[in-house]
C-alpha cells in the first residue's frame, strides 16, 4: 500500500485542455517531488518543491506546467494547455527529507492520456 | 553518454536461476545509488539501496565500484514474482532529483 494516493488514476482529455494532478501524502512531507513516464521510456524528473517553492525544475518543466500546494496538504500539478506529447504516468513522490539519501516513496501514479 | 545506462535485456531464466545485471553511470560526483522494481504500468518500488561496501537483502545483493562508475545487482534464487523491470537510480550529493536508467527486464519463468 503506498503511503501517498494520486488522483485521478486515470484521465483522458482533449488537446488544450487544461488538467489537473493531484497528490496526497499522508505524513507531514516537505520535499515533494513529480517525475513522469513516457510509455515505453525511462521515469523522468519533471520538479521538485520544498517551502511552498521550486527548487528545481527540468527542462520537460516549461511554462505550460506549474505546481501548487494549495491548502498545506494536496500537492498538485498542473498542465494548462495539454499536448499529445504529455500522455504519459505522472508520479509524485514526497519525501520527509531530502530523500536524496533514502530513496523516495512513489504514488501509484496518474496515467494521462492526450487525444 | 547517458547519466544511467542499463543492459534491458529481457534476461530469461528460470526459476531458481541467479540472474545479475550492471548499470553504469556518468556522474562521478553521484553520492547515492538505489534499485528500484517496477511492475507493467505500476509505480516504481524501492528494492534497495546500494552501499560502497556492498549489500544484501534476503536473496538480493547490490555492489558498487565507484572506480569503474558501475553499480550491480544479482538475484538468487530466482521466483516468478521477481519478473519485473529493475530501474537503477542514481542521485549526486547537491542535487535532489533521482535519475534514472531505462530499467532492465527480468523474466523468470516456471
Known amino acids: 500500500e503506498p503511503e501517498v494516493t494520486q488522483t485521478p488514476s486515470h484521465q483522458v482529455t482533449q488537446m488544450g485542455q487544461e488538467v489537473i494532478l493531484r497528490c496526497v501524502p499522508i505524513?507531514?512531507?516537505?520535499?515533494f517531488y513529480w517525475y513522469r513516464q513516457i510509455l515505453g521510456q525511462k521515469v523522468e524528473f519533471l520538479v521538485s518543491?520544498?517551502?511552498?517553492?521550486?527548487?528545481?525544475k527540468s527542462e520537460i518543466f516549461d511554462d505550460q506546467f506549474s505546481v501548487e500546494r494549495p491548502d498545506g496538504s494536496n500537492f498538485t500539478l498542473k498542465i494548462r494547455s495539454t499536448k499529445l506529447e504529455d500522455s504519459a504516468m505522472y508520479f509524485c513522490?514526497?519525501?520527509?527529507?531530502?530523500?536524496?539519501?533514502?530513496?523516495?516513496?512513489f504514488g501509484s501514479g496518474t496515467r494521462l492520456t492526450v487525444v | 553518454r547517458k547519466e544511467v545506462e542499463q543492459d534491458p535485456g529481457p534476461f530469461n531464466v528460470p526459476e531458481g536461476a541467479t540472474v545479475a545485471f550492471n548499470c553504469t553511470y556518468s556522474?562521478?560526483?553521484?553520492?547515492?545509488f538505489f534499485w528500484y522494481r517496477q511492475d507493467c504500468r505500476k509505480e516504481p518500488k524501492l528494492l534497495m539501496s546500494?552501499?560502497?561496501s556492498g549489500n544484501e537483502d534476503g536473496r538480493f545483493t547490490a555492489q558498487l565500484n565507484r572506480a569503474s562508475q558501475y553499480i550491480s545487482l544479482l538475484i538468487r534464487d530466482s521466483k516468478l514474482s521477481d519478473s519485473a523491470t529493475y530501474l537503477c537510480?542514481?542521485?549526486?550529493?547537491?542535487?535532489?532529483?533521482?535519475?534514472f536508467g531505462a530499467g532492465t527486464t527480468v523474466t523468470v519463468r516456471a
Open positions: 546500494v552501499y560502497s
Open positions: 556522474n562521478s560526483a553521484s553520492q547515492s
Open positions: 537510480v542514481v542521485t549526486s550529493f547537491n542535487d535532489y532529483k533521482l535519475s
Open positions: 518543491f520544498y517551502n511552498n517553492e521550486i527548487s528545481e
Open positions: 505524513s507531514n512531507h516537505l520535499y
Open positions: 513522490a514526497p519525501s520527509l527529507g531530502g530523500g536524496y539519501n533514502y530513496g523516495y516513496t
